[in-house]
């Protein structure tokens, strides 16, 4: 062996990311130190870990296929959009997956495998606008095969786990694939004035009905700008961070000053800056404007700000909407309706429990040091309850942050 070369290859792989290995860097489990964090579930870190692992076994047998092969015979992955829907696929479960499998490694043997074979399946299907980013539902719907911006930014986010885990120098060069798809999101999903995250890379900034300031709310991912910052050392995403900041205190401000909660989507009042929740049917149906099944992510997105950063804005957002979900709920977790008008009403019709919004409500409880009681009762209706892909994958997520298992690339 040429020892020269070998040390050369090091020290490259040192300058682009983590030295290579064949082990994972950072094995589950984990036991972060979060900065932001102010309590923790009233069980043992033992009894915590082991629900992730059986959460994590449950939510592998459900949703994670085989999707065939590509031309040099190696296995595709993709998580199924759902126990009704096996056959299609979206970019957001893509990235939700290609998280969770990096989380697990070393729990997992397979989880490279895994990984690199669901990033070869987003690789298979780019958007036909910005082929650097994945077409957002497959096989496509007839509507276009066009990008939608949470996917990616999980996706981009999930190749920084990966780098930090195994090092880029294997089949797949997990640093050189997040610049791209951080260069992607920058160009084709980043509104070049608001700096407000595009729905996907089909909207044109300047349109009439979608714009750069029309955003999905539960898109505002301050822990993940965060680290694209660090790793990329663009100054863009301090500038979406701040444009987050903007959107998300001007509509607490005009709208949920006694909850916090927040709209599915916004629009503008009238150009650019502040925005108002969504018209009903604005894009998807009659609650686009009100705390519904995307917003519920909302708490989960921000809470993830202060643990891992230990964010002060994040921090005061939670402590409103954390405290208020508590006493609308009476402190049981199971009276929490699956969706909310901005004033805290509970949706006509909605009045059912689901993890989807009970699981980052634990996430926001965990940054508030007197909630211990709503913290435990909390995560006790959600640490072993299964649904369905969408809100299995939210909760599995949260459970990572809850066990303290979640780290920061």
């Known amino acids: 062996m040429n020892w020269r070369f070998f040390f050369l290859l090091l ?11 064949l082990e ?5 489990p984990q036991h972060v130190v979060y900065p932001g964090q102010q309590i923790r ?29 590509d031309a040099a015979g ?17 970019s957001e479960g ?17 989880a490279r495998e895994l990984f690199d ?42 190749l920084l786990l990966a780098d930090r885990q195994w090092g880029s120098l294997g089949e797949v060069d997990y640093a050189a694939a997040a610049r791209e798809r951080l260069a992607a999101i920058a160009a084709s999903t980043t509104g070049p004035d608001s700096r407000l995250p595009l729905l996907g890379d089909w909207v044109d900034p300047q349109g009439s009905r979608y714009n750069q300031y029309t955003p999905r709310v539960s898109d505002f991912m301050p822990a993940h700008f965060r680290a694209f910052g660090d790793f990329s050392g663009d100054p863009l995403w301090g500038a979406v961070n701040a444009a987050i900041e903007s959107a998300v205190a001007g509509l607490e401000d005009d709208y949920s000053p006694a909850t916090g909660l927040m709209p599915d989507f916004a629009e503008p009042q009238s150009t650019g800056f502040p925005l ?6 604005f894009l998807e149906g009659p609650h686009d404007g009100d705390y519904y099944y995307n917003a519920g992510r909302y708490p989960w997105r921000a809470g993830t700000a202060v643990l891992l950063y230990g964010d002060a804005f994040w921090r005061e957002r939670m402590a409103k909407l954390s405290h208020w979900a508590e006493q609308a709920s009476g402190g049981d977790p199971l009276r929490l309706s699956a969706g909310y008008h901005l004033d805290g009403t509970p949706i006509a019709g909605q009045d059912y429990f689901t993890t989807f919004f009970a699981a980052p409500l634990a996430t926001a409880a965990m940054t508030q040091p007197d909630q211990q009681a709503w913290l435990d009762a909390l995560y006790e209706v959600v ?27």
């Open 94 to 110: 893509m990235g939700y997956g290609m998280m969770i499998v990096a989380y697990l490694a070393g729990a997992d043997p397979a």
């Open 383 to 409: 640490h072993d309850r299964h649904e369905d892909y969408y809100e299995d994958s939210v909760t599995l997520l949260n459970l990572l942050l809850i066990s303290n298992n979640y780290w920061a690339p």
């Open 74 to 90: 190696r296995p595709l992955y993709r998580v199924i959009l759902s126990l009704k829907k096996p056959e299609k696929t979206v």
């Open 276 to 281: 108002r929740p969504a018209d009903p049917d």
């Open 41 to 69: 579930p009233s069980r043992s870190q033992g009894q915590l870990d082991a629900d992730v692992l059986a959460y994590y076994h449950v939510w592998k047998e459900r949703y994670l296929v085989e999707a065939g092969r």
């Open 117 to 158: 074979g669901l990033y070869r399946y987003v690789r298979a299907h780019p958007s036909d606008i910005d082929p650097r980013l994945m077409g957002w539902i497959q096989p496509p719907d007839g509507s276009g095969n066009d990008s939608a911006f949470d996917g990616d930014a999980d996706i981009a986010y999930a």
């Open 11 to 21: 020290l490259l792989a040192g300058c682009a990311g983590a030295a290579p290995t």
């Open 24 to 28: 994972p860097r950072r094995p589950f």
